[in-house]
T-cell receptor
Framework: QKEVEQNSGPLSVPEGAIASLNCTYS??????FFWYRQYSGKSPELIMS????GDKEDGRFTAQLNKASQYVSLLIRDSQPSDSATYLC????????????FGSGTQLTVLP | NAGVTQTPKFQVLKTGQSMTLQCAQD?????MYWYRQDPGMGLRLIYY???????DKGEVPNGYNVSRLNKREFSLRLESAAPSQTSVYFC??????????????FGPGTRLTVT
């Protein structure tokens, strides 16, 4: 079982809709959770971080963390074609020092 | 402030050749990392350096060596390249830990093809 799992997609949503991206992780005591956006041919860009249960909002992005269920999600409101990218979930696992474990990513396409 | 820079951007090697990928950061970060990214595999950690003078193996270290030259620079060396090392290589850095914060910032990547 992979330590960090994401649906690979592709996920398609119409412009203006809410895109919902999900991630589950296996290490129950993971502490830090991150969402990265990666455009085709580019490097990962950090867009959200979340450390405690609940929601964290930043503009059109909301990260949601549920440690009891071991999942973290990213909601993108009012999706735009410029949001079309691969979204990577990353988790810091206890005992791994400063390492992050990445999921394989979900490809999102926002249709105009 | 350039962030994390990598050279070269592209490289083609023949099997058995050697090369060094360079990475530098100007954010005064302590930790640095080398990843490779292959289709469908996500980012896999090759080596990391928690601080100047220390290096440790990650998930896929075989065939690679690293040097943490100073706080700014972290290089990745392929001694005898193999086609299985064809990949996109990313360097990343991370600031000193604040509470639970372990965020990493990535360079632009090096696309390596081994024929």
């Amino acid at each position: 079982q992979k330590e960090v799992e994401q649906n690979s997609g592709p996920l398609s949503v119409p412009e203006g809709a809410i895109a919902s991206l999900n991630c589950t992780y296996s290490d129950r005591v993971s502490q830090s959770f991150f969402w990265y956006r990666q455009y085709s041919g580019k490097s990962p860009e950090l867009i959200m971080s979340i450390y405690s249960n609940g929601d964290k909002e930043d503009g059109r992005f909301t990260a949601q963390l549920n440690k009891a269920s071991q999942y973290v999600s990213l909601l993108i409101r009012d999706s735009q074609p410029s949001d079309s990218a691969t979204y990577l979930c990353a988790v810091n696992q206890v005992g791994s020092a400063r390492q992050l474990t990445f999921g394989s990513g979900t490809q999102l396409t926002v249709l105009p | 402030n350039a962030g994390v820079t990598q050279t070269p951007k592209f490289q083609v090697l023949k099997t058995g050749q050697s090369m060094t990928l360079q990475c530098a950061q100007d954010m005064n970060h302590n930790s640095m990392y080398w990843y490779r990214q292959d289709p469908g595999m996500g980012l896999r950690l090759i080596y990391y350096s928690a601080s100047e003078g220390t290096t440790d193996k990650g998930e896929v270290p075989n065939g690679y060596n690293v040097s943490r030259l100073n706080k700014r620079e972290f290089s990745l060396r392929l001694e005898s390249a193999a086609p299985s090392q064809t990949s996109v290589y990313f360097c990343a850095s991370s600031p000193p830990i604040r509470g639970d914060s372990y965020e990493q910032y990535f360079g632009p990547g090096t696309r390596l093809t081994v024929t």
